[in-house]
């Protein structure tokens, strides 16, 4: 009961910006920021080159970047991940957020009569059908990625192949493939489909930022490179990027990683809870663990407060759907988990999130909940903080 109303007082807390979290995190922004980030596909390895720069020029457009307390870096000590930092300029945060900024990509391989044998770099999802794709060249003389050409991706028993528009084509080892798609929105839902992965979180943080800067809350938030990758028992097949910030920094006392969380019909076969996990268009998601606890398993302290959280900011219209341990993916906290326990994994939902049975989907106000989830959940860590501080008294 102690445990709740002091909760509740850090929520009352931060009600002082809801006037500025409402009037700054609109469904037009996050539209906005999600049909420009999506717009441009991101090979891993790429995301500083491709989508960084988006990032900042709609950092820019509202003068975020003229604020004091926030700091944009595009390629953080040439890790190949954009960061930003609000509050002081001072690395050493104990605060991070995290959502990774590259998308599901294929190396070429030699060609076979028309078309290309792919080698993913990333978890390969369709088993047989067809997705437009495009191929991007990285061009030394303007130092630019380039589209060279456009085709689809074919999928055979779950082998992947690029056939280009052009059969005269000639890709070679360095050209990437990568799905194409544009933003399309179904406005009486919110529903639409766009490369969300992981699109809409970053969509989420970036609205987030300017708001924690102005409260002058001290926090990372980072964009990292190289999340995805080959699927494998192994954690550290994936999450590469993230691993690259994490070596530089101090241990954090609280990470939220945010990615797109399945929905019950995106669930894996045979797993727990399949078939029943978050709904479409009823707010962010927030799970316990990844992967069936492969990846980051938020500790039961952090999660029941995380729990209380989450109820006391359905007080001030904020929607987070609690998941039921259907499956949830790992993502950079495979890599988070590895330098702290404090953990937790707030998405939103989404189906066909690597183009596996179509169109990759999700909410637009599930994306708006998030943003403004991000900043409430600030407060969590001078709650953590509480905790520990209870315990040891209790201990003494």
């Known amino acids: 009961m102690k445990q709740t109303r002091s909760v509740s007082r850090s929520i009352a807390h931060l009600s002082v910006l809801q006037p500025l979290v409402d009037s700054h995190i609109t469904v037009e922004r996050i539209r906005r920021y999600v049909a420009s980030i999506s717009s441009v596909a991101s090979p891993s390895t790429a995301a500083s080159f491709l989508r960084g720069p ?11 970047l003229e604020n004091d307390n926030l700091h944009f870096s595009l390629n953080y000590e040439k890790t190949g991940n954009s960061i930003i930092l609000t509050g002081t300029k001072n690395i050493r945060k104990k605060l991070w957020y995290i959502a990774h900024l590259d998308t599901v990509s294929y190396l070429v391989q030699s060609k076979q009569q028309l078309r290309y044998p792919l080698v993913p770099f990333c978890h390969h999802m369709i088993q047989n059908g067809k997705r437009s794709a495009i191929a ?46 544009s933003y399309q929105e179904d406005r009486l839902t919110g529903n639409f489909t766009a490369h969300i992965d992981n699109a809409g979180a970053v969509a989420a943080l970036l609205a987030a930022a300017p708001v924690l800067a102005a409260a002058k809350v001290e926090a990372l938030l980072a964009f990292p490179d190289e999340e995805e990758g080959p699927p494998g028992a192994g954690n550290q097949m994936i999450g590469r990027g993230s691993t690259r910030i994490l070596n530089l920094l101090p241990v954090p006392e609280l990470v939220v990683v945010s990615d ?9 076969p045979n797993t727990p809870g399949g078939g029943d ?6 707010g962010a998601v927030l799970s316990e663990f990844s992967s069936l606890t ?91 903080q509480q905790i520990w501080k209870q315990l040891k008294a209790n201990a003494g």
């Not at 996990?277 to 009823?282: E, F, S």
């Open 54 to 64: 988006i990032l900042r020029d709609l950092l820019q457009e509202t003068n975020a």
């Open 136 to 181: 991007y060249r990285f061009i030394p003389s303007n130092s630019k990625y380039e589209i060279v050409a456009s085709g689809c991706l074919e999928s055979e028993d779950f082998h992947p192949f690029f056939r280009p528009e052009s059969g005269d084509l000639n890709l070679k080892p360095g050209d990437r493939i990568v799905f194409s798609t």
């Open 260 to 268: 797109v969380q399945q929905t019950g019909g995106d669930s894996p």
């Open 277 to 282: 996990g978050a709904k479409l268009g009823k």
């Open 294 to 384: 492969r990846g980051a398993v938020t500790p039961p302290h952090l999660y029941a407060l995380a729990v209380e959280f989450v109820a006391a900011l359905q007080e001030i219209g904020v929607k987070v759907q609690i998941s039921n341990n259907s499956y949830t993916s790992r993502s950079d906290d495979v890599s988070v988990m590895l330098k702290t326990p404090n953990v937790l994994l707030l998405g939103f939902p989404g189906f066909n999130r690597h183009f596996d049975l179509g169109e990759p989907t999700a909410n637009i106000y599930d994306l708006v909940n998030l943003a403004k989830a991000i900043v409430y959940f600030a407060a969590l860590r001078t709650q953590l």
